[in-house]
């Protein structure tokens, strides 16, 4: 009988587990695994350090410190350590990229990923995305613009990635909008690349692909952030050719 009961309890808190996960933010997900992994890795190392094994709890010491964005030897020439792991070689040093439509500004986060927004317009204006649930949220859609929209559906899909599933009155959840096709300005395809203007090709091509990555469909990215980076780049690109 206790383990019927173990069983079932083990059963409960996979179960809750894997909901917990499948409505997750993916950029708080995969930063909390990050996290989980390095105190999992460092406690290892502690422990191999106590047996005496130093050969081996170094570099998982080290490992872990990488994990959780901490190089330890980063001033005296391993600074590339922690970036193989995704912390200090690759920090954007809070850099962000800015979207803006009439009605909304967006902010993504180059480091994790993260998108926040705030009102421009309406009597809301000045408000944060994030002090509204997700009705109030889908109820300002009757009253934006295309692009707007747009915008407001890219934050949605990061912050609850199954909203599209719950819609009521539009089973494709919003996809399929036009949005508007005005010319980018370069002072926007600079802000939406996290760009200082005057920026090369180079830094160009690095802050495009950095953002592509995390914009990417398979990462719960957006496809229309995604077309408005590849225009930001298009953009700036022609800027410097001609």
């Known amino acids: 009988m206790p383990t019927l009961i173990a069983g079932v309890i083990a059963v409960f808190v996979l179960y809750t587990v894997l909901q917990m996960v499948r409505s997750a933010n993916p950029a708080v997900l995969a930063r909390a695994i990050k996290i989980a992994g390095g105190i999992v890795t460092l406690a290892a190392a502690l422990f191999t350090g106590v047996k005496g094994e130093l050969a081996v709890a170094i570099p998982l010491g080290l490992f872990g410190a990488g994990l959780l964005g901490w190089a330890p030897m980063g001033n005296a020439g391993f600074g590339r350590l922690g970036g193989l792991f995704g912390s ?3 920090r954007s040093s809070g850099q962000s990229s800015r979207v803006r439509s009439s009605y909304l500004e967006m902010t993504l986060d180059h480091e ?4 926040s927004g705030r009102l421009l317009a ?6 944060s995305l994030d002090e509204f649930d997700l009705p109030e949220l889908a109820a300002m859609m009757t009253g934006f613009d295309a692009e707007s929209c747009a915008l407001l559906e890219s934050y949605l899909d990061r912050r609850f990635p199954a ?7 539009d089973p494709a959840g919003g996809q399929g909008r036009q949005t508007s096709s005005g010319k980018m300005t370069t002072e926007e395809a600079y802000q939406i690349l996290g760009l200082q203007p005057g920026a090369g090709p180079d830094e160009i091509g690095r802050a495009h692909r950095t953002l592509m990555k995390k914009l990417h469909p398979d990462q719960g990215g957006s496809t229309y952030l995604a077309a408005r980076v590849n225009a930001a780049k298009d953009t700036l690109l022609r800027t410097h050719r001609s």
């Open 122 to 127: 309406g009597p809301q204006a000045g408000r």
């Open 88 to 90: 200090a070689g690759r």
């Open 163 to 169: 909203w599209r599933q719950h819609a009521q009155g």
């Open 112 to 115: 994790s990923g993260a998108i």
